[in-house]
């Protein structure tokens, strides 16, 4: 089982900046390797929506509406997946969720897990 652990969220004035983190780990024993990483959203009443993904490799992949504000980043060593927020708007209210691809040592498949969630409020 991976465990994954989120941070960061707050309230932030319109045009300001958030960083968010999300820290996978599993149980003593579990061995595992992560592929794509990424983080979703949801406002209230609304859908989850993706915000921003990255591969093992690098590749990113950003949602239109965040395009030249967000940043994805990993650190594979400490397998945790990063959100930097710049110049927020208010629209971007919502409770943020990263999500891991895992592939355990003993399985070819991968398996996704998703982190509890962080609030981000957007608000002057």
């Known amino acids: 089982q991976v465990r994954l652990v989120e941070s960061g969220g707050g309230l932030v004035q319109p045009g300001g900046s958030l960083r968010l983190s999300c820290g996978a780990s599993?149980?003593?024993?579990?061995?595992?390797?992560?592929?794509?990483m990424g983080w979703y959203r949801q406002a209230p009443g609304k859908e989850r929506e993706l915000v921003a993904t990255?591969?093992?490799?690098?590749?990113?992949n950003y949602a239109n509406s965040v395009k030249g504000r967000f940043t994805i980043s990993r650190d594979n060593a400490k397998n945790t997946v990063y959100l930097q927020m710049n110049s927020l708007k208010p629209e971007g209210t919502a409770v943020y969720y990263c999500?891991?691809?895992?592939?355990?040592?003993?399985?070819?498949?991968?398996?996704?897990?998703w982190g509890q969630g962080t609030q981000v409020t957007v608000s002057s």
């Open positions: 990255i591969t093992s490799g690098g590749s990113t």
């Open positions: 599993a149980g003593s024993g579990s061995i595992f390797s992560i592929n794509a």
């Open positions: 999500k891991v691809a895992v592939r355990p040592s003993y399985s070819a498949n991968l398996y996704d897990y």
